[in-house]
Nanobody
Framework: QVQLVESGGGLVQPGGSLRLSCAASGSIFRINAMGWYRQAPGKQRELIAAITSGGTSNYADSVKGRFTISRDNAKNTVYLQMNSLKPEDTAVYYC??????????????WGQGTQVTVSS
């Protein structure tokens, strides 16, 4: 089984920074795409950043230029560096990893979520 552990959330003032981490462990043959989602109260969960196995990244317009997604393949970990945080960034952040447990089987896995609160 695969387990994802998220960390790095917390309370930060507007303009501040946080770095989220999502580490995968377990039966992993290959990690394909990785992504970060967020969900604010009363809103849909939205994809805000994604990175391919080759390191190509894409961002939602709402975070482009402020957030950076990266991955450390040796550690099976994806990061989200969040700079210039705004109150609108307040949400629960979830990582999602596409993981192959074997050559033939690929599944999506979600982290437990970590709360990010941006407030003065």
């Amino acid at each position: 089984q695969v387990q994802l552990v998220e960390s790095g959330g917390g309370l930060v003032q507007p303009g501040g920074s946080l770095r989220l981490s999502c580490a995968a462990s377990g039966s992993i043959f290959r990690i394909n795409a990785m992504g970060w989602y967020r969900q604010a109260p009363g809103k849909q969960r939205e994809l805000i950043a994604a990175i391919t196995s080759g390191g190509t990244s894409n961002y939602a317009d709402s975070v482009k230029g402020r957030f950076t997604i990266s991955r450390d393949n040796a550690k099976n970990t994806v990061y989200l560096q969040m700079n210039s945080l705004k109150p609108e960034d307040t949400a629960v952040y979830y990582c999602k990893l596409s993981i192959s447990g074997s050559y033939y089987v690929t599944s999506d896995y979600w982290g437990q979520g970590t709360q990010v609160t941006v407030s003065s």
